[in-house]
């Protein structure tokens, strides 16, 4: 019964090894060396320390532990305590001295060290058939383990990043000697060359950077769905390829969804780097116009975006996540707490009766065994009451997530909320809507032109007669149009926003209520970029990569009536909102257009 270093407590231990002369006696030296007794492994997905399963969030180099600046003893020490109150279970891209990792020893902290020759990509064509190279690689591995081979805190010998093996079986055969010679000598630590993967299965564990991230703000984007990495009506399967969801992409690697559920420790080294936002532009997706409310918004855009997929990543069972930040920040506590609650689904309004179900995550990162009590409860806004609920009592044996499913028939008309909360967490509370059916059908009352409609001059005056016409997505659009035909995005979206909320047709809808549209929380597809000439009024919108430019429903004056050109998926049978927006349009009576038919669209 050997006293262990961690995951809880870390205790170090001290050998004293002395020389002596045989004939006389006498002392000739003494040595004595630091060490603590831990054991690293996996179980399946699962990283194992000590026996016990563990996960958590790791920092980045910083100049607080970083190569270049060193300060007094007490000073590293803070630093140190500091990573352990924020929640970091693990300090990566580490090159540093047996000083750095003494404090780690203390601390309970954990490291990854790299070799004084590191290779980093991608996989060029000055390292093909070079032996001298990677030998030389292999030698620098080897005096590495050497010169720290007993520090506990040490977790992995990180000898590559973004070489681009994964995706380069020359690559995988020139340094799999190097892998080999590093896990011969020491089988104690994990080997990892950095978002390579597992080097063709050579690793015990897979490694990478960027995962879904370069997504962002990719047209097929959309949130919160792009921040997991499956569909979130998929679930995980032992052996499943991802990423899997809207984004398959991973950094530094040809193939997509290069990574196996279920069969080792993932490590994302890297992930939520503002460069892949776009910003302030690529913000507007999920923010709207506060993407552009100055330099400390984009500073909390981008810590909440690292929450974001830090959701996706935890949820994936990630055993660990770097979080790619200003590299003297430690947002850990916002983006990632020990302890922490995820309702996955966004959406919020339904009709009465209707079968509603939301999938919650319950994360508990923390180093001990205890009681975890959770549970979801539906409370009726008005009155505190709760009309649903379940309340669940596991235990956590150190880090684990309890999967709950809050299923419910919609109750009564009026709002609710879906509040969900757990021991020593947060309590997150999600606001409902429930609204009546309605009584006939939803489009009496509307001038639909169908898609299948030809679009000509028979439309434009009758809208100049004084018709409200509202025009379902389609494929063509006539160049008679002010400007020409509207340009049609690949764009897929789930969040909007509206700037005219006092006009008519958007009158009492909020831009949540325009967002995350039940069952998939997507709201149209292919949004026009806003007309730059014409006298378009854009009543539904939304963000993208070049800002807030991309029009999902806008009006077109003519003459006495108009024309509402829409991208949006109106589906009344399923989605109250949608019923509320044909009520409105049904009822609008646009004032006059000031402006001449003649001078719109050409015979």
């Known amino acids: 019964n050997p006293i262990l270093w961690g995951p809880a407590e870390f205790p170090l231990l001290e050998l004293e090894s002395t020389l002596s002369d045989a004939a006389t006696g006498r002392t000739l030296d003494v040595r004595r060396t630091r060490f603590g007794f831990r054991?690293?492994?996996?179980?399946?997905?699962?990283?194992?320390?000590?026996?016990?399963?563990?996960?958590?969030?790791?920092?980045?180099?910083?100049?607080?532990f970083g190569r270049w600046s060193w300060g007094d003893r007490q000073f590293l020490l803070t630093c140190a305590n500091r990573m352990r109150r924020n929640g970091n279970i693990m300090q990566r891209h580490c090159c540093s001295s047996t000083e750095h990792y003494d404090y780690f020893d203390e601390e309970g902290l954990l490291a990854t060290q790299e070799p004084g020759m590191i290779c980093v990509g991608p996989f060029p064509a000055q390292y093909r058939d070079n032996p001298v190279f990677f030998e030389n690689m292999r030698k620098s591995c080897l005096d590495m383990v050497d010169a720290y081979p007993n520090h506990p805190a040490i977790i992995t010998w990180y000898i590559s990043n973004e070489f681009w093996l994964e995706s380069t079986p020359e690559g995988q055969k020139a340094i799999d000697p190097v892998i080999r010679a590093l896990q011969e000598m020491d089988p104690t630590r994990f080997t990892e060359c950095g978002c390579d993967i597992d080097v063709g299965g050579r690793t015990a564990g897979m490694s990478t950077h960027y995962p879904i991230d370069s997504g962002f703000p990719k047209p097929e984007a959309y949130y919160p769905d792009a921040w997991f990495w499956r569909k979130l009506d998929q679930p995980y399967y032992e052996g499943m390829h991802i990423p899997q969801g809207l984004m398959s992409n991973v950094a530094n690697q040809y193939i997509k969804a290069p990574l196996k559920w279920g069969k080792k420790p993932i490590d994302i080294n890297e992930t939520g780097w503002a460069y892949f936002m776009g910003m302030p532009h690529g913000a507007s997706v999920l923010w709207g116009d506060e993407a552009y409310n100055g330099a400390a918004q984009s500073?909390?855009?981008?810590?909440?975006?690292?929450?974001?997929?830090?959701?996706?990543?935890?949820?994936?069972?990630?055993?660990?996540?770097?979080?790619?930040?200003?590299?003297?920040?430690?947002?850990?506590?916002?983006?990632?707490?020990?302890?922490?609650?995820?309702?996955?689904?966004?959406?919020?309004?339904?009709?009465?009766?209707?079968?509603?179900?939301?999938?919650?995550?319950?994360?508990?990162d923390v180093m001990r065994k205890e009681p975890f009590p959770c549970r979801w409860r539906l409370v009726r806004k008005?009155?505190?009451?709760?009309?649903?609920?379940?309340?669940?009592?596991?235990?956590?044996?150190?880090c684990v997530t309890v999967e709950a499913v809050a299923a419910f028939t919609a109750p009564a008309p009026g709002e609710y909320e879906l509040v969900c909360d757990c021991a020593g967490g947060p309590e997150v509370r999600h606001a409902i809507r429930v609204f009546p059916r309605p009584a006939g059908d939803p489009w009496k009352g509307v001038t639909v032109l169908k898609a299948s409609d030809p679009?000509?001059?028979?439309?434009?005056?009758?809208?100049?007669?004084?018709?409200?016409?509202?025009v379902e997505p389609r494929e063509d659009y006539p160049d008679d149009l002010p400007g020409g035909a509207p340009y049609v995005t690949k764009n897929v979206v789930s969040m909007n926003f509206t700037f005219r909320p006092d006009h008519p047709v958007v009158r009492g809808l909020s831009a949540a209520d325009l967002s995350h549209w039940y069952p998939k929380?997507?709201?149209?597809?292919?949004?026009?970029?806003?007309?730059?000439s014409g006298l378009y009024r854009t009543l539904v919108e939304s963000g993208g990569k070049d800002g807030l430019c991309y029009s999902g429903l806008m009006?077109?004056?003519?003459?006495?009536?108009a024309l509402f050109l829409s991208r949006l998926e109106l589906k009344p049978e399923v989605n109250p909102v949608a019923a509320q927006l044909l009520a409105n349009l049904a009822a609008y009576r646009p004032a006059p257009s000031p402006r001449p038919l003649a001078a719109l669209f050409k015979e």
């Not at 690293?40 to 100049?63: C, E, Q, T």
């Not at 929380?521 to 730059?532: L, S």
Request: proline share 4%; aromatic share 12%; charged share 25%.
């Open 299 to 364: 500073e909390r855009i981008h810590v909440l975006h690292n929450r974001g997929l830090c959701w996706g990543s935890r949820e994936a069972g990630c055993w660990t996540v770097t979080p790619w930040r200003q590299q003297h920040l430690d947002d850990v506590a916002v983006t990632a707490p020990e302890i922490d609650v995820l309702v996955l689904q966004q959406y919020r309004a339904f009709y009465e009766g209707t079968q509603v179900r939301y999938d919650i995550r319950f994360f508990h």
């Open 455 to 470: 679009f000509d001059a028979s439309v434009f005056r009758r809208a100049e007669a004084g018709e409200v016409i509202y």
């Open 382 to 398: 008005s009155d505190g009451a709760e009309v649903a609920g379940e309340r669940l009592a596991p235990e956590a044996d150190f």
């Open 39 to 64: 054991e690293f492994g996996a179980d399946g997905m699962h990283l194992l320390w000590n026996g016990k399963r563990v996960r958590g969030i790791s920092r980045a180099m910083s100049p607080s």
């Open 555 to 561: 009006e077109l004056p003519l003459g006495k009536g």
């Open 521 to 532: 929380h997507v709201t149209g597809r292919g949004y026009f970029d806003k007309p730059a």
